[in-house]
């Protein structure tokens, strides 16, 4: 059975940082695509970043570029989250998800992921 479990949520202050992590169980996050979304109260989820399994290639929101990281160990199992200069709009229940492909593609945002986790809530205080 595949678990991912997402950490590392908190309350962070504006200009602060957090690291989330998203660790899987009973699946190899090794040779999949692993992509962070975020939902905040009242809006649509959306995609805020991806890191592809081959080459490492990494993939962010328009939003986050420059503030947020994404990487991985394989040898953890585990996709991180860096996320730098957060600001309130940052406030959300992020999401790590997989599924069965290797890339991310520019349409990562919108591709369907066969497998997610239950979410970590990040809080920014102004």
């Known amino acids: 059975q595949v678990h991912l479990v997402e950490s590392g949520g908190g309350l962070a202050q504006t200009g602060g940082s957090l690291r989330l992590s998203c660790e899987a169980s009973?699946?190899?996050?090794?040779?999949?695509?692993v992509g962070w979304f975020r939902q905040a109260p009242g809006k649509e989820r959306e995609g805020v970043s991806c890191i592809t399994a081959s080459d490492g290639s990494t993939y962010y929101a328009d939003s986050v570029k420059g503030r947020f990281t994404i990487s991985r160990d394989n040898d953890k199992n585990t996709v991180y989250l860096q996320m730098n200069s957060l600001n309130p709009e940052d406030a959300a229940v992020y999401y790590c998800?997989?599924?069965?492909?290797?890339?991310?593609?520019?349409?990562?945002?919108?591709?369907?992921?066969?497998?997610w986790g239950q979410g970590t809530q990040v809080t920014v205080s102004s």
């Open positions: 998800a997989t599924g069965f492909v290797r890339y991310c593609g520019s349409n990562w945002y919108l591709r369907s992921y066969n497998y």
């Open positions: 009973g699946y190899s996050l090794d040779y999949h695509a």
